[in-house]
C-alpha cells in the first residue's frame, strides 16, 4: 500500500509538471501582437528574442521527457539514471526561466542606461501572454524541484538503510 502511495504520488507530480511546462510552451508560443503609434508599426513576438526561444525549447524538451518517463515501468533500473535527469531538467529550466525573466524585465521596463524603452505600454496582451507563460514555467520549476527530492528519496530510501 506504502509503495502504491508513493507510486501515485509522483505520477501526479510527473503529470503536473507535464501540464505546466506545456502550458509555458503553449501560452508563449502564441504570444503575438501588433501594434501602430504614430506611423510606426510594432510586431511582437516571441521569437524576435532568443530568451524566449531558449525558453520555449527548454520547456519543450521538459515537457517530451516528462511524457516518457510516465510510461518508464518502476521496476526498471533506469530510475537511477531518471534521477540525473531530473536533475538536469530542472537546472535547464531553471536557466531559461532566469534567461527569459531578464528580457521580460526589459520588456516591462526598459533600460535607461543603454537606451531602451519599455514595450508592454504598446503591446500589452503580448506582454500578459509572456507573464503567464513564465508563471506556468515557474510552476513547473517548482514542482521540479518536488521531482527531484522525490526522485532522490526514491532511488536512495533512507528508510531501507536503517534496516540494514
Known amino acids: 500500500m506504502v509503495k502504491l502511495t508513493k507510486r501515485i504520488g509522483g505520477l501526479v507530480l510527473r503529470l503536473a509538471a507535464f501540464g505546466a511546462a506545456l502550458a509555458a510552451v503553449v501560452v508563449m508560443v502564441t504570444s503575438h501582437e501588433r501594434a501602430s503609434f504614430f506611423a510606426v508599426s510594432l510586431e511582437a513576438k516571441y521569437t524576435d528574442m532568443a530568451s524566449f526561444k531558449y525558453f520555449v525549447i527548454a520547456n519543450a524538451v521538459v515537457t517530451v521527457y516528462s511524457f516518457l518517463v510516465l510510461f518508464l515501468p518502476k521496476e526498471s533500473l533506469l530510475w537511477k539514471f531518471v534521477v540525473v535527469l531530473d536533475l538536469v531538467m530542472t537546472m535547464l529550466l531553471t536557466s531559461s526561466l532566469s534567461a527569459a525573466l531578464a528580457v521580460a524585465q ?59
Open 106 to 164: 526589459v520588456g516591462k521596463k526598459g533600460n535607461a542606461n543603454a537606451g531602451w524603452l519599455p514595450i508592454c505600454g504598446q503591446v500589452p496582451k503580448f506582454c500578459d501572454q509572456i507573464t503567464g507563460a513564465l508563471i506556468a514555467g515557474f510552476v513547473a520549476l517548482v514542482l521540479y524541484v518536488f521531482l527531484l527530492l522525490y526522485s532522490l528519496h526514491s532511488v536512495v530510501d533512507p528508510f531501507l538503510l536503517q534496516k540494514s
